[in-house]
């Protein structure tokens, strides 16, 4: 089941609307794929979405996942599609309704 979950990028001083699509497939595996120009910290992102999802409790069964990040001529840094890629799993999953967050964007505020 494909998800869309939206949230920005930061290039200066301006934004840039990136969705993050979350295919997850009936197939068992153990493996996933990031797509859409990721950085390193972006491609780490497996681990710390495992964890803080095995960590809520619920129990996901292991699928296949494919995530990607559009549009994929912008540059993702950083951990700030954590969340955003957390979420569009725990859709895809059927763990939060499909429809809920369709009008919502998901930003994180840099505290320097």
């Keep these: 089941m494909l998800s869309i979950i939206k ?3 930061l ?3 301006n934004g840039c609307l990136v969705n993050v699509e979350v295919d997850v497939s009936r197939r068992a595996s153990t493996d996933g794929k990031l797509y859409g ?3 390193t910290s972006v491609k780490e992102a ?4 495992k964890a803080a999802i095995k960590n809520t409790g619920l129990k996901l069964e292991s699928r296949k996942i494919v995530i990607n990040l559009s549009p994929a ?7 700030i599609y954590d969340l955003p890629m957390a979420i569009g799993i725990l859709m895809s999953n059927k763990c939060i ?3 809920s967050l369709q009008d919502v964007v998901f930003v994180r505020r840099i505290i320097s």
């Design 7 to 9: 949230s920005m990028s």
């Design 11 to 13: 290039q200066g001083l």
């Design 46 to 49: 497996k681990e710390r979405i």
């Design 73 to 79: 001529d912008t540059k993702k840094e950083g951990s």
């Design 37 to 39: 120009l990721p950085d």
């Design 97 to 99: 309704e499909q429809n």
